[in-house]
Each structure stands twice: as C-alpha cells, then as structure tokens.
C-alpha cells in the first residue's frame, strides 16, 4: 500500500530551460500520484512529458491514467502532445471536468492539437480518452476519494483534494489566494501580520499532509503583479499554518526566479512559519522529487 | 569501523569496470562522506547502478548501525544521478527533506541514519 508523490514540473507560466533553474527545474506543471497502483495526474505542462517517457521505462503494460487539470492555461496543457503514452493503443487516459456543462480540458487538449499549432492531431493519438465528470464536487477512485473546489484565477482554476490510505493532498496551484484575505487592511498594512483566509478554504485544506501550493511571488512582486492569479509565498505559510497542514511543497516558482532565489524564499517562509511557532514543514518543490507518504 | 571502500578513486576502476564508460577527461560524480565512519572521505560514483548500507551486500559498505542493511540506491542514467530510499528503517534525507528519491545536483546534502553525505556532479 503506497502514496508517492512525484515532482514532473514545478516551474510556473513558461518552461525555464537553463543553468540557473537546474535544481528546482524548468518544465511546467505536472505533478504524478501514485496511490497503491493507480496513476493519478494534475497538470500536463511540459513536465508530463518526462513522466511520459519514465511510465514507459517503468513498465511495457498500457498505462491507466487519471487526469487533473487546474486549469487550462499554456503552462499547464503543453506536455500532453508530448505524452508518450497518449500515442499508445492500449493506453486508457480518464480526463476529468471540472465543470460538467463545459467540457473545457477536453476541448483545450485537443484544440491545441489543431494543425496551426502541432503536426499530430488529438484524433491519430492511439490512447482512448475519456471525459469523466464530478458529482458535486467529489469522485471516487476505488481506495482514492477526490474533491475539487475553485479558486481564484483569471479563466478559473481549480484546487484538487486527493484521500487514500488515511492520506491527504491538496494540488492548489494558479490561486491568488491574495484576493480572498478576510483581513485585507491589516495585511496590507503590517506585512508581519497573520494574513486571514475564508474557513471553506481553511477547511478543504485542512490537516492536509501534503499542500501543494503555488507560491509564485514575494510581497514585493506581487504588488505589480495583482490579478495575474498567482500568490505570495508568505500568505501560502499563513494559509498553511491556519489550516494545520504538516508539509508544504512551494510550487509554480516564478519563470525568473533562479534556484538561489527560491532557496533564499524557502528560508524566509520557514522563519515566517517558525514565527507562528507553526510544526509546518515547508520545501520548494524540485522537479525529480518522489515523496512517499507513511 | 570504516567502509569496505578506498577513498582512493582509482582503486574504484579495479571494481568498477564501467569506469570505462566515462567520457575521457571527465571525472564521475561521487559522494563526500562528512559525518559517519572515517569521515571525510570520497566515493566515486563509476557504477551504473550502486547500492549503500551497513550490510557486505551493500555495493558501498558505511558501517554504521544507524543505516539499514540496503539503505539506499544510488542510479546513473543520461548524466543524471537518482537516489532511491531502499524502505530503509531512518529514512533518506535530502537537504532535511525525508524523500523517497530524487535527482540529485552539486552540493545535495544526503543524511541517512546518522551518516551524512553532499553529493558531487563530477564534470572536466
């Protein structure tokens, strides 16, 4: 009975190839569940080809997988005409829809297949891809219960709880979390202060082993950056610490962010957290990181 | 107490044939033992696959009873270096982060038991 969590992409907006982002990475999104044999997916950005080619190293049986989308912008969509195993007749991928009366992901996916913008088209991949649908916000998996709930994001987006095994993640990326503060004045006017958060989301995030958070900007950043979507890593500490999650993974680092930047504010959220006499352990997300949960 | 293992990298090649692998004039990566048993000391990584424990099973020998008897894999493929927790009672630490595996980079601090490592890319 296993629940590893591995890191495919964790870099945010646009892949960010090079000498600087090596240790934290540059492909975008993609993040694998593997729930005691079942695969499980949130995000097809650049980083779902590299699971891809791995799945197909693992083993020469047709892959089952279940697809989690927060949404549909490039980053977060990119990789899946590179995905190995969509071009596989025995492979069988489950895309899920947020939202039952627009079947968006589906329609995005193949759209981007179009010939204007890729050779191959969604109808030659060999996979079967089926679309599936929430009933009220939650699906079962066999031993895997999954709840989505919306968050805040130009386009929309959506957050992912995932439970097996006595086990919770939250995949919470592309939410500016900034933009439903309760106390918005007092955070606006003492950086240092706990930054308040709506108890619904206090809630689906709650006890969480692991949250997977996007912490794209500092404080200073974010002021020119507000309405983009995207949250500041010391309100993803505040939020974790109010929700009494035990581990965060800082995810979508900001396209120009080096690893030596994100290292400097991976420190900073854990003195915040420490601040808060909060347990909480927090880490950078880095592409290549499996973590198993016991 | 001390490794079954030379420091000395070219003992390594003796026992290592895949040494010959390695593009001319680069040298492998390796793990630079800081805390445990006759530390400090080195260990090329010249294998394609490498497994590290308290056990004369393990490839690369520490002996320390903190770490299990086959405590973790070490993996070399297209230049990249993947560590692999073997269920190990302790746990392997990346950088103080308790990690099932990961890819490692210059300078990853590997803390097993009460045995700590940094790794090395190794390079020209």
């Known amino acids: 009975m296993t629940f590893i969590v591995r890191f495919w992409g964790t870099r945010g907006s646009i892949p960010t190839p090079g000498g600087k982002t090596r240790r934290y990475g540059g492909n975008t999104s993609c993040v694998?569940?593997?729930i005691d044999g079942q695969l499980l997916i949130c995000d097809a950005g650049t980083g779902l080809r590299e699971l891809g080619l791995d799945l197909a190293a693992r083993s020469t049986?047709?892959?089952?997988?279940?697809?989690?989308?927060?949404?549909?912008?490039w980053d977060h969509i990119q990789g899946f005409p590179f995905f190995v195993p969509a071009y596989h007749a025995g492979s069988r991928l489950h895309v899920f829809e947020a939202t039952p009366d627009d079947p968006r992901f589906t329609r995005l996916l193949l759209g981007q297949m179009q010939s204007d913008y890729f050779p191959v088209g969604f109808s030659d991949l060999g996979a079967r891809i089926a679309t599936r649908h929430f009933e009220n916000s939650v699906t079962q998996l066999g031993q895997v219960r999954v709840e989505m709930r919306e968050q805040t994001h130009p386009g929309r987006s959506f957050a992912y709880a995932f439970e097996a095994l006595g086990k919770r993640v939250v995949y919470a990326t592309d939410n500016e979390l900034d933009l439903v503060l309760t106390n918005p004045e007092q955070a606006a006017k003492d950086p240092e202060h706990l930054r308040m958060l709506p108890a619904e989301l206090l809630a689906f995030i709650a006890e969480?082993?692991?949250?997977i958070a996007d912490a794209q900007y500092t404080d200073e950043e974010y002021a020119r950056k507000v309405g983009w979507g995207h949250s500041r890593v010391a309100t993803v500490v505040d939020l974790a610490v109010q929700a009494g999650v035990k581990q965060v993974a800082l995810f979508h680092h900001d396209p120009l962010h080096s690893d030596e930047q994100i290292d400097h504010l991976l420190l900073d959220?854990?003195?915040?957290?420490?601040l808060r006499g909060s347990k909480v352990e927090i880490f950078a997300a880095r592409e290549g990181l499996a973590l198993k949960l016991d | 107490m001390g490794s079954r293992f030379n420091d000395d990298e070219s003992t390594i090649v003796r026992v290592a044939p895949y040494l010959s692998q390695q593009p001319e004039g680069r040298t492998p990566p390796c793990l630079e033992l800081v805390r445990g048993p006759d530390a400090p000391r080195r260990f090329a990584l010249a294998l394609p696959t490498l497994t590290l424990g308290r056990s004369a099973r393990a490839q690369l020998c520490v002996e320390s009873q903190s770490l299990s008897r086959l405590h973790m894999q070490l993996t070399r493929r297209d230049g990249e270096v993947h560590c692999l927790d073997l269920e190990s009672a302790n746990g392997v630490y990346l950088n103080g982060l308790r990690v099932h595996s990961a890819m490692l980079h210059e300078g990853d601090v590997l803390q097993l038991g009460e045995v700590t490592f940094v790794f090395h890319e190794g390079g020209t």
């Open chain 1, 32 to 34: 694998e569940l593997e």
């Open chain 1, 61 to 73: 049986s047709p892959v089952e997988a279940h697809l989690f989308f927060s949404h549909t912008h």
């Open chain 1, 208 to 211: 969480a082993d692991l949250l």
């Open chain 1, 269 to 274: 959220a854990q003195k915040r957290a420490s």
